[in-house]
């Protein structure tokens, strides 16, 4: 009987947290799953740390569910002084979290937006760091750390704060890499394409017609989780360290397909090579 793999998924009470979590859950990982608290305090917004460490375990893996304030260090370092407790290592740590105030979406230019658009930098940006921080002693030879990102790092995409918060998390990638090399860990960004978290799918719900063309392009949120995991079993996996990968594409090279055997396309057609303006925006 093979070692289970130890993961943690920051952010993944919903959206792509919560798929990426369940993806590596079915391969019988144990994912420690992390989340503020057992309800959101959002909005109507769904999910809970409990409930996704539930799913993931009743998938074949191991859920643990840990309330963590990604915004709060102490909270992060207990999280990781936790796990050194319980198994010692960390083979994937996928940074995730991210606060996304409702305003994130609105058309405009981005002073006619509220200035909490910037807390993304706090729970999104520095958070990818703090993390990584207090995982790096516990990341073993072949580990691997994930940023989740998107076109939003090149391209116009919810304006300067979000484009700004995904340059930081791919450029993070790059220069973590080259600390993180001599001890074969590899850490790369994820660029992945729209997804059908449950914010997006009420978009999608709500002006089917407006939305049809994005619907039929959309990932599910476990695609990555799916990519993630075949990542982490390449043996190739050092070769990408420090890159920016496009979801889609690196599904291709890997073989992965999602969750209804389709493998989505890469988004890179619409946005021009290399990106440079979209105006994808679900309000
Ligand atoms: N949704 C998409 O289509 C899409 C596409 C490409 C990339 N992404 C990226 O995926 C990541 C997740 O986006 P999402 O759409 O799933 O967002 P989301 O708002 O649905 O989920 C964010 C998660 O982070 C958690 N979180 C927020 N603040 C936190 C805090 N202080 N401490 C702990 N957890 C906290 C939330 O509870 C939630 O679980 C982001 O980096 C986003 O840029 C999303």
Redesign the pocket.
Known sequence: MTTPRIAVV?????????GIALALGATGATVYV???TTT?GESA?P?TVADTAAEVTRRGGTGVPMI????DDAQVAALFEQIRSDHGRVDILVN?????PPALTKKGPFWRKPLDLTDLFD??MRSAYVATYYAAPLLTPGGLVVN???F?GTAYMHGPAYGAG?AAVDKMAHDMAVDFRPFEVAVVSLW????K????VAAFDANPEMYSGLAATAESVEFPGRIIDALHRDQGRMDRSGRVLVGAELAQELGVVDVDGNRPPSHRPFLGDPPTFSDAVIE
């Open positions: 920051t952010g993944a009470s919903r959206g792509a947290g919560k992390t989340g503020r959101t917004l999910g963590v304030d990604h915004a995730n979290a991210i606060t996304l729970v999104g989740t990102s998107s939003g995904k992945m394409g729209l997804l978290t449950e914010r997006t």
